[in-house]
């Protein structure tokens, strides 16, 4: 059967660490949307590694790990990564597999991104991937299949830019790309990932079938959703449970476990709405404490207390049947924690979260305080040896989003993990 892992929040919640201990359990872990503007940090034996687009359960060597359909693989990326797991000793080969209808970054999503961003500021990575799903979208992107043909791929290379660089050159001031040097680069690459390819979709279908257990891992987070999130300060694609049946080829109905990931407070990367957005001395206990920089770009993460009614959204559309529940640990010195219980927007009492910009800039959060514990956690590996304010905090969660967190971690090791039945 299928476990979809989703951030609950928007996006950096610890997927990479759930899904790498959920993995031990798993016989394939798949990605199923996004691109290498996503960054999950693993911590194994001491050594930190950070993906971005071979999925997360790759340091476990039983694990058959799979690039889906509603990936957009950045060449340069995925070499990148391919040549660090293999200097660590981490083969990838017999055990890394890339859908033959993934779509491929080119040169000038990147560029494109990049000078879009100047101009509209929505906080992106600049590494291509809207401008990957547009061409996705226009049915004019190159995916992997177009690969094998040489003639194909030209001809779709010159079709495109010809568009490309007539808006690059004129709109953006940028310079002209050649047709045959890329067609050379990317022809380059499809014989260095031809052992990978294969039709992922029938791959996991047969592995169903089989009675296999798959781990389905998201990017970003549900409130990054380009459909059900904070647009547009939102991602390109569907980071939301749903995502993993598209991005997959995978039906509904083999969907029997949704595992929500959150934070013990909330942070956002990049600009867009933050109801419960913190801009002092806390905030940057938060952010220091928490480490709390971007494994992609370094980028400073804004930090605010966790966010209940956002939470519970996301469990709506996600459809969340437990929730693992990161990072308890930074809230560690806090004489108070703050959780955030309702929205008002002047006398209003709002009963649902709002999905557009200008009430959730206006909204002002209503907060429940409950004290804190002041003391580590770096021993506890029982729930019942939490401190009982720890406790609390975890209860009103349960009672709120009316789903059991199920899992609690307490830092960025693997035994720093505690599971409750």
């Not at 503007?37 to 950070?50: F, S």
């Not at 600009?271 to 957005?277: A, D, I, Q, V």
Request: some cysteine; charged content about 20%; aromatic content about 6%.
């Amino acid at each position: 059967m299928v476990t979809v892992v989703v951030g609950a929040q928007w996006g950096d919640e610890g997927k990479g660490k759930i899904v790498d201990v959920l993995a031990q359990s798993a016989d394939i872990v798949a990605r199923y949307q996004g691109g290498a503007n996503a960054g999950h940090t693993l911590v194994c034996d001491g050594k930190t590694i950070i993906l971005h687009l071979i999925p997360s359960g790759i340091l476990h060597p039983h694990v058959r790990c799979v690039i889906g359909n509603g990936v957009v693989v950045d060449p340069i990326a995925l070499r990148q990564e391919i040549a660090m797991l293999d200097a660590m000793g981490i083969s990838v080969r017999g055990r890394l597999f890339i859908s033959h209808k993934a779509h491929v970054i080119m040169p000038y999503h990147k560029l494109l991104d990049q000078a879009r961003e100047q101009h509209q500021g929505i906080g992106t990575t600049g590494r291509g991937i809207g401008p990957a799903y547009i061409d996705k979208y226009s049915r004019v992107g190159i995916r992997v299949v177009d690969l094998l043909d040489r003639n194909a791929l030209e001809e779709k290379l010159r079709i495109n830019l010809a568009e490309k660089n007539a808006l690059l050159e004129k709109i953006y001031g940028t310079e002209r790309l050649d047709v045959e040097q890329i067609v050379a680069e990317y022809l380059e690459f499809d014989r260095f990932i031809d052992e990978f390819v294969t039709d992922t979709s029938a791959m996991l279908y047969n592995a169903l079938r089989e009675g296999k257990q798959i781990l389905a891992e998201g990017a970003q987070g549900a409130l990054l959703d380009v459909d059900h999130g904070t647009y547009p300060f939102v991602t390109s694609s569907n980071p939301t449970s749903g995502g993993a049946c598209t991005g997959l080829g995978i039906p509904p109905t083999a969907i029997d476990r949704i595992v929500g990931l959150t934070k013990a407070y909330s942070t956002r990367v990049g600009n867009g709405p933050f109801p419960t957005e913190l801009h002092d001395e806390t905030g940057e206990i938060l952010r220091t404490v928490g480490s709390e920089f971007g494994a992609t770009t370094g980028r400073a993460r804004r930090c605010g207390w966790l966010d209940l009614v956002a939470l519970r959204y996301s469990v709506m559309i996600n459809g969340i049947t437990e929730l693992a529940l990161t990072k308890l640990d930074v809230l560690g010195s806090l004489p108070t924690i703050n959780v955030c219980i309702g929205y008002r927007l002047g006398q209003q009492r709002l009963k649902s979260f709002p999905v557009d910009v200008p009430t959730l800039e206006a909204i002002e959060p209503e907060y429940y305080q409950l004290p804190g514990w002041q003391t580590s956690l770096d021993l506890v590996r029982s729930f019942d040896d939490l401190p009982v304010h720890a406790r609390s905090l975890i209860t009103l969660i349960e009672d709120y989003c009316q789903v059991p967190v199920r899992l609690i971690s307490t830092g960025a090791n693997r035994e720093r993990t505690i599971w409750r039945p």
